[in-house]
């Protein structure tokens, strides 16, 4: 899932700006998010250092928390992509923890 938001964000600047500015953030975020994204993905596929994977997914915590805040707010239905991500990132996170405790 955050692969392909960091590419549509990458290819689809544009488009991903309007939608940025219709939910209510600066849309000079975009590509420093795709960065951040595809950086979280190295950090936490890599299991480099066991803070740094916290920090990642932290970010992305905070990531699909904002979106989901957004949508509410927007009304426009995108909530549910977000909801689906936090699942995603519980599991996740539970799975990692099990696995490299």
């Known amino acids: 899932m955050m692969i392909a938001s960091s590419a549509?964000?990458?290819i689809n600047t544009?488009?991903?700006?309007?939608?940025?500015?219709?939910?209510?953030?600066?849309?000079r975020?975009?590509?420093?998010?795709?960065i951040l994204k595809i950086?979280?993905?190295i950090v936490i596929l890599t299991n480099f250092s066991k803070t740094l994977k916290e920090w990642a997914?932290?970010?992305?915590?905070?990531?699909?928390?904002?979106?989901?805040?957004?949508?509410?707010?927007?009304?426009?239905n995108g909530h549910?992509?977000?909801i689906a991500a936090l699942a995603l990132w519980a599991i996740s996170y539970t799975y990692n923890k099990k696995v490299y405790a």
């Open 8 to 10: 549509m964000y990458l």
């Open 14 to 27: 544009e488009e991903v700006r309007e939608v940025f500015i219709g939910l209510g953030y600066n849309s």
């Open 29 to 34: 975020i975009v590509i420093p998010l795709a």
């Open 39 to 41: 950086s979280g993905i």
């Open 57 to 76: 997914y932290f970010g992305f915590l905070l990531d699909f928390v904002m979106a989901l805040e957004a949508h509410l707010a927007a009304q426009d």
């Open 80 to 82: 549910f992509t977000a």
